[in-house]
């Protein structure tokens, strides 16, 4: 089911002040160590000489699923075995499995009250469907939140509820489910829908007929692309086969089943006389995510996730091969060299406190899949014991829009859940290595939405702190021309060790990253 929101959408505890921030030693029986000792164990040297590798020809454009990408993580996984860094899986093994499949559009049509209407008109949908249905449960905007619920003294297990965008507001026009008084997560359609499907199928509805006058439009020429294009969508494997069934309509349709609907906030059950009959075959696709670990010496049970994707965009028509050294070469060999620093201090006596996980995910390309079978399916590791994700997406070259000095990185989503997190973040860099933090593309209301785009989201939404590292876009990006030779080596270093010295702050520190925000 959560296939269907990524292809539709793209588609408390207060902070201890007394605590030191940044604690930057490990005391040991001889000496006090600092991460200076191992953060210059990364150097330009050894991120070249990964880099020449992993972004050569050999791996094929390493898009999700296909040999070079299988190479990729194979690749990777003999890494971490030289530097003697253990497997995450208890099992000892360093690939965590992801099954994927690919779904064409299905074919075919719904019968309302005696009139068929085939798919991609009136009506969307992304999964086969079929069924017959005398009523439907009208559950007004879906939400449930804190003592509002539009599923009070209704059982819809078994049904199918129809629901539409939005949340409620009083007499004069005030939104009363956020505390100013505006609109809050459920206005936001990258985020309340997954929330809306995910709560009916906490309820037992067997599926949501959804109503969003505002995006069908767009719904729907996302459809007709994928329609033209006919090359599938690749998402996460169902196999629980639970049959949640997810359907998008128009205004016509929706006034067809609820009059009023739009100003109608009652929840009621409509009879009706439905039929569905949608259709889709999909093909399945094998994957994969590696993940090792450094273990913790005093709270082991208590993690720290480093993330990058070890995926890329493959071979055009052409032929050309899509090397990704930026997106997101940079991000695996940056992760490969922290991994080492953080082992040999723990070699030496001096490891982390808290256990630190190397993710290196597949599928992001294609919606984010690795991070999100890794949250939502099987978590390694789990979620409420997990720390914070700092996450590493394109770090290695310049972003040629940008007005200033080339010693920066973009940062994204460091205060979004923790002022903990985004304080301790700016004094690391402070301390060590005084790179120039850019919150450009921080902002809210950034079109580019990058907050959304990369592998740290399917974190933050399960209320874990976040910091997304990023040199931005460039002319060769997604392009053959992406290639090793035009990384600057040497801001690849640098912001390589900021993040290390972040992660070790975070593992070593007293406390705990304080989560100081949610998601809602």
Same mark, same amino acid.
């Not at 030289?82 to 719904?110: D, R, T």
């Given at each position: ?31 006090? %160590? ?24 050999? /791996? ?20 971490? #075995? ?12 360093? +690939? ?10 299905? $074919? ?8 068929? &209407? ?22 007004? &905007? ?76 767009? /719904?729907?020429?996302?459809?007709? $692309? ?18 949640? +069934?997810? /359907? ?7 006034? #067809? ?27 399945? !696709? ?16 208590? &993690? ?10 493959? !071979? ?16 695996? !060999? ?21 256990? !630190? ?37 394109? %770090? ?24 903990? +997190? ?9 301390? &060590? ?7 450009? $593309? ?26 997304? $590292? ?51």
């Amino acid at each position: 089911m959560k296939k269907l929101i990524l292809m539709i959408v793209g588609l408390a505890m207060a902070c201890n002040s007394s605590q030191k921030t940044v604690d930057d030693t490990v005391k040991n029986a001889e000496a006090t %160590i600092t991460p200076v000792t191992y953060a210059q164990t990364i150097t330009e040297a050894e991120l070249k000489e990964y880099l020449y590798t992993y972004a050569s020809d050999e /791996f094929e454009g390493r898009e999700t699923g296909e040999p070079g990408q299988r190479k990729a993580a194979a690749y990777i996984e003999e890494q971490y #075995k030289k530097m003697g860094i253990s497997a995450a899986k208890a099992n000892g093994e360093y +690939l965590q499995k992801v099954p994927l499949e690919i779904s064409k559009l299905p $074919y075919g049509s719904i019968t309302l009250n005696g009139t068929d &209407y085939p798919i991609g008109d009136d009506f969307l949908s992304f999964t086969e469907a079929s069924g017959a249905y005398t009523d439907i449960v009208y559950v007004g &905007y879906g939400i449930e939140d804190g003592d509002y619920s539009d599923y009070k003294g209704l059982d819809v297990a078994g049904k199918l509820l129809l629901m539409k965008a939005g949340e409620p507001q009083d007499k004069e026009g005030t939104y009363i489910l956020s505390e100013d008084g505006k609109k809050s997560i459920w206005s936001n359609v990258s985020e309340s829908l997954g929330k809306r499907m995910e709560l009916a199928t906490a309820k037992g509805a067997k599926g949501v007929i959804y109503f969003d006058n505002a995006n069908f439009k767009r /719904f729907r020429s996302r459809f007709r $692309y994928l329609k033209n294009n006919d090359n599938g969508s690749m998402g996460i494997k169902n196999e629980m086969g639970d049959g949640f +069934l997810s /359907f998008y309509i128009n205004n016509d349709l929706a006034e #067809k089943l609820l009059p009023g609907i739009a100003n109608d906030n009652k929840p009621k059950t409509i009879a009706v006389s439905l039929t569905l009959n949608v259709q889709s075959s999909n093909r399945d !696709v094998e994957s994969e995510n590696v993940v090792a670990i450094v273990r913790g010496s005093e709270k082991p049970n208590e &993690y720290i996730i480093i993330s990058s994707h070890l995926d890329h965009i493959g !071979v055009t028509s052409g032929g050309q091969i899509n090397n990704g050294a930026d997106d997101d070469g940079s991000g695996t !060999v940056a992760l490969l060299e922290i991994a080492e620093a953080f082992k040999k201090a723990a070699d030496e006596g001096n490891g982390p406190r808290r256990s !630190v996980v190397f993710l290196h995910v597949t599928g992001e390309e294609k919606g984010l899949l690795g991070s999100q079978y890794y949250t939502d399916v099987e978590p390694i590791f789990p979620l409420a014991q997990t720390v914070a994700n700092l996450n590493i997406d394109m %770090i290695g070259r310049i972003d040629p829009k940008r007005d200033g000095g080339r010693n920066y990185v973009y940062l994204i989503g460091s205060d979004k859940l923790s002022m903990d +997190l985004h304080k301790l973040s700016e004094e690391v860099n402070s301390k &060590y290595t005084n790179i120039e933090l850019d919150y450009t $593309y921080n902002d809210e209301y950034d079109p580019n939405r990058f907050y959304y785009r990369s592998d740290h989201y399917n974190f933050a939404k399960n209320n874990i702190p976040i910091i997304f $590292y990023f040199n931005g876009t460039h002319d060769d990006y997604h392009r053959p021309t992406d290639t090793p030779d035009k990384i600057n080596y040497d801001l690849l270093q640098n912001r390589t060790r900021l993040i290390f010295h972040t992660a070790w702050e975070v593992a070593n520190r007293g406390q705990r990253v304080v989560v100081d925000k949610t998601t809602k």
